[in-house]
Nanobody
Framework: QVQLVESGGGLVQAGGSLRLSCAAS????????MGWFRQAPGKEREFVAA????????YYADSVKGRFTISRDNDKNMVYLQMNSLKPEDTAVYYC??????????????????????WGQGTQVTVSS
């Protein structure tokens, strides 16, 4: 069982940066693949980024590639999303998600909503133009 709590959202101007944090409970955090999703008003929740148990193993949505970076600190049970060069279209509620690494192959990082079974409550990110 994993409980996730996001923080770090807020209002930022276009071109600015924000760093989201996700605190995870449990003693086996390193055994979970972590993901970030977002949901804008009236839209489906969409994949943003995923990170495996070691930082080099990451995967990003095309819309954020080169601007966002997912990282994690297994000693602190934390996962982060550094967001740079923010655009108004990045405005959304951002969700942290987790799935045990035993649920997918090593060569694949989950990128669909149904592939994750633990979710945080979300944090609002608003980017003004």
């Amino acid at each position: 069982q994993v409980q996730l709590v996001e923080s770090g959202g807020g209002l930022v101007q276009a071109g600015g940066s924000l760093r989201l944090s996700c605190a995870a409970s449990g003693r086996t955090f390193s055994s979970y693949t972590m993901g970030w999703f977002r949901q804008a008003p009236g839209k489906e929740r969409e994949f943003v980024a995923a990170g495996g148990s070691s930082d080099p193993n990451t995967y990003y949505a095309d819309s954020v590639k080169g601007r966002f970076t997912i990282s994690r600190d297994n000693d602190k049970n934390m996962v982060y999303l550094q967001m740079n060069s923010l655009k108004p279209e990045d405005t959304a509620v951002y969700y942290c998600a987790a799935v045990a690494i035993t649920y997918h192959s090593r060569s694949y990082l989950p990128r669909y909503r149904h592939e994750y079974n633990y979710w945080g409550q979300g944090t609002q990110v608003t980017v003004s133009s």
